[in-house]
């Protein structure tokens, strides 16, 4: 299921611009910009544009997208500075639900990485 932008989400209105991000990447499906609580040195999150609640949700109409977004990780964490494998590396998290950890309720991959320790993760 996915649809046009939810008025109450907080990721809709990033992505309409109402709410300001510093933004990571930009293309036609996909907004990627910085969490603005970072767990760890890097933290940026991976969002598609249509309002999709979580992983939940996707489905075969979905398979194109998040392709994209876990072969653009990283190449993003890179260029926002994780090492590189193995030594460096990165942590990709979907949280998904109430008891999956999930806050906010458009689909998004967390990306984290960056010399330890984190805040947390
Ligand atoms: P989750 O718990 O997986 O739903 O994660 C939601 C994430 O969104 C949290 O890590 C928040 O810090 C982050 N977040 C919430 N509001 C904003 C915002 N306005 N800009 C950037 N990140 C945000
Ligand atoms: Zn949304």
């Known amino acids: 299921m996915s649809s046009a932008a939810d008025p ?3 990721f809709c209105k990033i992505i309409e611009g109402k709410i300001p991000s510093r933004k990571v990447h930009e293309d036609e499906e ?12 890097v933290h940026f999150l991976m ?7 979580s992983l939940a949700q996707v489905g075969p109409e ?5 392709g994209r977004m876990l072969t653009l990780a990283p190449k993003l964490a890179l260029q926002e ?7 460096g ?5 979907i949280n998904t639900g ?8 458009h ?10 320790p984190w805040l947390k993760g």
């Open 89 to 93: 590396g990165y942590r990709v998290v």
């Open 8 to 10: 109450a989400c907080i």
């Open 107 to 116: 689909l998004h991959v967390h990306v984290m990485g960056g010399p330890r």
């Open 98 to 105: 109430a008891e999956g950890g999930q806050e906010v309720r």
């Open 30 to 41: 996909l907004l990627v910009f910085h969490d603005i609580h970072p767990w760890a040195p």
């Open 47 to 53: 969002v598609p544009k249509a309002h999709v609640p």
């Open 62 to 66: 979905h398979e194109a997208l998040l």
């Open 81 to 87: 500075g994780c090492r590189p494998y193995p030594d």
